[in-house]
């Protein structure tokens, strides 16, 4: 699967990139695809499955998926 960390997440990925390719066997909660990567899932706002906006806590992804994930944004 290709996962885009945006914001600040792709800081918490030891290599800095902000795209990542994941190997997955099965569907898989995002939550532990991130745990894997050493992004904290508290830190995750949006997520967008191949275009669609999902609840976080329920996305399950598949190898053909591709996930673009956001943190809170602030402005000032």
Do not use: W
């Amino acid at each position: 699967m290709k996962l885009k960390l945006g914001g600040q997440l792709s800081f918490y990925h030891p290599c800095k990139s902000p795209q990542v390719e994941v190997q997955l066997d099965s569907p898989t909660l995002l939550r532990e695809v991130l745990a894997k990567l050493g992004v904290p899932f508290g830190e995750v706002f949006l997520v967008v499955v191949n275009g669609e906006l999902v609840e976080p806590k329920d996305a399950l992804i598949s190898q053909d998926d591709e996930v673009k994930v956001f943190p809170p944004m602030d402005g000032g």
